[in-house]
């Protein structure tokens, strides 16, 4: 069974300060993907990423950087300068690829981090 | 604006109830998803329809269904209403038949109430 522990249940950072969300991932098997969405104030879940097993670069895109370890089951998330419209709830999760078995490609999510950024 | 719209936002009403949610994907989109959030549970995959037909089963109670219809909106049924059932529930749509190939993009979510 698939599994994505965010042990950060919340973390508050002052503007300008650099902050990383944890996430790690356990799953049986070999193909999977990795996702991390955001949910701002108002509510909507916004897809900021999404990473396969076999791809271990890391990737940045703006203020926003994915370290993906799968030596430790790692995919965390790192927003430098942080902003207060960084403020939000912040989800990974997992999907596994199980090829033919169709409706098993289902995202598990973790429970969230809540970041709060202090002006 | 992710261009998926749910209906009602919000909903209050009592436990034996019956209530439907309703979800128009984006234009394009075939498949539609419902999550469940809440405090005690998180974010639950519930269900999944592409073009029609159902595509993955989560942790869905008996007392729900859900079905997707010709011009790809979705409905969410919830019957026998429980106190625990109170939560957000989200609709996300996609271009493609799984999350691994394709974004998935969420409306704003119903948040139902059972008192």
């Known amino acids: 069974a698939q599994k994505v522990t965010q042990a950060q249940t919340e973390i508050s950072v002052v503007e300008k300060e650099d902050v990383t969300l944890d996430c790690v991932y356990e799953?049986?098997?070999?193909?999977?993907?990795l996702f991390w969405y955001k949910q701002p104030p108002s509510g909507e879940l916004v897809f900021l990423i999404r990473?396969?097993?076999?791809?271990?670069q890391n990737e940045i895109s703006g203020r926003y950087s994915w370290n993906f370890q799968k030596s430790t089951s790692s995919f965390n998330f790192t927003i430098t300068a942080s902003q207060v419209v960084d403020s939000a709830v912040y989800f990974c999760?997992?999907?596994?690829?199980?090829?033919?078995?169709?409706?098993?490609?289902?995202?598990?999510f973790g429970t969230g981090t809540r970041l709060t950024i202090i002006p | 604006d992710s261009g998926v719209t749910q209906t009602p936002k919000h909903l209050i009403t009592a436990t034996g109830q019956r209530v439907t949610l309703r979800c128009s994907p984006r234009?394009?989109?075939?498949?539609v998803y419902w999550y469940q959030q809440s405090l005690d549970q998180g974010l639950q995959f519930l269900i999944q329809?592409?073009?029609?037909?159902?595509?993955a089963k989560g942790n869905i109670l008996e007392r729900f269904s859900a079905q997707q219809f010709p011009d790809l909106h979705s409905e969410l049924n919830l019957s026998s209403l429980e106190l625990g059932d109170s939560a957000l529930y989200f609709c996300?749509?996609?271009?493609?038949?799984?999350?691994?190939?394709?974004?998935?993009?969420f409306g704003e979510g119903s948040r139902l109430t059972v008192l």
């Open positions: 234009s394009g989109d075939l498949s």
């Open positions: 999760a997992l999907s596994e690829a199980q090829g033919s078995n169709f409706g098993n490609e289902k995202l598990t």
């Open positions: 990473r396969n097993s076999f791809d271990e």
């Open positions: 996300a749509s996609s271009p493609t038949d799984s999350p691994n190939t394709g974004e998935l993009f």
């Open positions: 799953t049986r098997d070999t193909t999977y993907y």
């Open positions: 329809y592409y073009n029609g037909e159902e595509r």
